[in-house]
């Protein structure tokens, strides 16, 4: 004579084992590709890159506009107070003179509200190969970046290899029941 004992995890089977491990390979695709970028672009400029000391002789300020629609129970009046304020960012063109060649000028965009004036004097970063691709070298303009693409591109592909696991699991008990 067979028992057979029913748990609650066994009475449902899973709707879509595919699905899950599809997600999952997304996931974890997403996590390289920021891994990559983090680790080619950011990660090699922190460490390898050559350092230099240069001099903003512009400031551009950029503001976008907010895009959003009006919400429910907004008044006009608010609705353009709201929609007014965008974001602002800053574009900071900076002069210097990379080691062994002529003084050159580059614009990049100020992150995680990095705010300089004209006239300050910024460190850098850059490759001696590609003097353009130039970055002011401070926490957030070279490590916050590299930090966030470390962290997301890891959770991405944890979390990716972790969909792919239970998606095997959910199909070896789809194709054991």
């Known amino acids: ?3 057979r004992v029913h748990t609650s995890w066994s009475k449902t089977k899973p709707k879509a084992p595919g699905f899950t491990k599809g997600l999952g390979f997304f996931l974890a695709a997403l996590g390289v590709f920021f891994l990559g970028v983090a680790i080619i672009k950011d990660a090699r400029l922190a460490f390898l ?3 230099a000391e240069g001099e903003i002789t512009k400031v551009t300020e950029r503001t976008s506009a907010d895009r959003s629609s009006r919400r429910k129970g907004e008044s006009q009046s608010s609705y353009r107070a709201r ?3 965008g974001g602002k960012s800053y574009i900071y063109t900076v002069r210097y003179t990379p080691a062994g060649g002529a003084s050159m000028e ?3 965009l100020g992150t995680w509200r990095y705010q300089a004036k004209l006239g300050d004097r910024v460190k850098l970063i850059y490759f001696p190969e590609d003097p353009d691709g130039a970055e002011i070298d401070n926490v957030k303009q070279v490590w916050l970046p590299l930090a966030t693409g470390l962290t997301v591109g890891t959770l991405c592909l944890w979390g990716g290899l972790m969909l792919v696991r239970l998606g095997r699991r959910q199909a070896a008990r789809v194709a054991a029941a």
């Open 83 to 85: 929609s007014k304020k």
């Open 1 to 3: 004579m067979t028992i």
């Open 106 to 108: 580059f614009d990049t």
């Open 49 to 51: 890159g050559q350092r």
